[in-house]
């Protein structure tokens, strides 16, 4: 277990660079994966998997009867927050503008479902409890007036950052940062795959990332078996 600290991709023996050794190889699979954003609030981190989570589908049933507030104002956010109507008994949706950026379709889904509670214009201002969410204070940003609100789950849904430092300028990045391949796992460097949340792919799950796993190993396999190297 080491940490790498610098990649050079670009030649056809690959070298990945750590705090204790340099390792040559004929391929790289790239599994840096990607980092939710955060709000940045006082307990946020504190309460991870205690109320505060970043994944719908995974912690949703979870809080099966419960309250829960939804962060965000894109596709995911109201995706998530239609998802979560399935097991929760009330969701908050909260956005800082005063309208969403999500598709029409998923903004007239969202208005119209008896389960959530739309709040526009508002952020959270704090994380309420003492071990584990039992609410959130929230500012309205045209009124200034706060409201709490009792809940006992907060998704935060506001985006993801992925991991690519070690390769912004090597490999070809979409505009987002997510790193391009093909469906193959190629990037743009040859002998150098990716796999899971870093890739540019519309689903960002274990079980896609599992896939892209067994794709680029394959095709990693395949291109080392074609090269007569002599290290």
């Given amino acids: 277990s080491e940490n790498v600290i610098e990649l050079s991709l670009a030649d056809t023996v690959k070298i ?51 309250a829960v507030a939804v962060v965000g104002g894109g596709d ?6 239609l998802f979560l109507t399935k097991f929760c008994s009330k969701v908050y949706l909260i956005h800082r503008r005063d309208s969403f950026r999500a598709v029409k379709s998923l903004q007239n889904a969202v208005f119209n479902h008896k389960k959530i509670e739309i709040l526009l214009n508002s952020v959270v201002e704090e994380i309420l409890g003492d071990s584990e969410v039992e609410g ?44 391009l391949t093909d469906e193959g796992m ?18 960002r799950q274990v079980i896609t ?16 078996n074609d090269l007569s190297l002599a290290f």
């Avoid at 990332?209 to 080392?224: F, L, N, T």
């Fill in 136 to 179: 959130i204070r929230i500012k309205n940003m045209q009124s200034n007036l706060s409201t709490e609100l009792n809940l006992k789950g907060v998704l935060i849904a506001v985006g993801s950052m992925p991991n690519t430092d070690l390769v912004k300028d090597s490999v070809k990045l979409n505009e987002a940062g997510y790193i």
């Fill in 209 to 224: 990332a599992v896939s892209d796993g067994a794709v680029a190993s394959y095709m990693a396999e395949r291109y080392i």
């Fill in 186 to 203: 190629k990037t743009s460097i040859p002998g150098v795959f990716a796999a899971g949340d870093v890739r540019e792919k519309p689903l």
């Fill in 16 to 66: 990945v660079k750590t705090p204790l050794n340099d390792y040559k190889s004929k391929a790289v699979i790239l599994c840096l994966g990607a980092s939710p954003k955060e709000l940045g609030l006082p307990k946020e981190k504190e309460f991870i998997g205690r109320g505060v989570f970043y994944c719908a589908t995974c912690d949703g049933p979870l809080y099966r009867n419960a």
């Fill in 76 to 81: 995911t956010a109201l995706v998530d927050a």
